[in-house]
């Protein structure tokens, strides 16, 4: 069985120093007071020039690190751009890929998300995979769409360290109840995934990815969006601002 993972999509936050200080502070304190069994995983994505302060202050910990994005090459003369190698070597064991915040800003594509995803996992990270509509666009179509063209490339030993985030585009950082997909409404999408999974790379691989679920993700409705709709995990922003808050939401796998 695969342990739950919950990430914390830190995004471009912690703008200060104190900011991150705090942060730190907080998480350590949760740390303290947790009783988190080996069966749930919690990873922070933190923005890049945090990555070595995290990596160096949280290594006594069993939290997990991450970043939000990175190059589709290792080196070269790419201005501006993180290679994968560099965020593994300073610590980071997961990359985001394919948000769509990046989507929308930097007009990433299924294409460029498949290069840098096929990068990541030959530099030893493990992509979290991010698919979902936007508000107005039928769900399968989309979700099989991006699949199909981000994995194109992805082989069964590959896909074994990825990780698929169903984030429905139109339900992040929402605050309206009616801007929120039903338990059913993401069962439908994990059974979707799991069985494109199921048609590319065969039964028992397809069993060992795991699958998660974000968009608004609170304390208060893991239990309908993660747990009731089998979800193995969640990918959480606005809520991981507060460890005290990602906390809570881990430890609704355990009730
Ligand atoms: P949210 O963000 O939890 O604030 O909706 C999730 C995400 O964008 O990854």
Known sequence: ?????????LKMNLVTLSERDDYLRAIKNE???AKLGDDIEIV?????????FFAKNLKKTKIGLGVQNVFWQERGSF???VSPVMVKILGAEYVILGHS???KYL???????????ITAIKSGLKPILCVGENSGE????IVIEQLEKCLEEVNKSEIKSVVICYEPVWAISSNRPDHFPTANEIMSARLLIKKFLVMKYGLKIAEEIRV???????SGNMKEVCVNSGMGGALVGRESLSPENLFEISKRYCF
């Not at 007009?107 to 998300?113: C, N």
Request: hydrophobic fraction near 35%; include cysteine; proline fraction near 2%.
């Open 1 to 9: 069985m695969n342990n739950k993972l919950i990430v914390g999509n």
């Open 31 to 33: 740390i303290k007071k």
């Open 44 to 52: 922070l994505c933190v923005p890049f020039v945090h990555l070595e």
């Open 79 to 81: 201005t501006g751009e």
């Open 101 to 103: 915040e990046r989507r």
């Open 107 to 117: 007009k990433e594509t299924d294409e460029m998300v498949g290069k840098k995803i």
């Open 138 to 141: 039928g769900m399968q179509k």
């Open 212 to 218: 998660i679920y974000g968009g608004s993700v609170s």
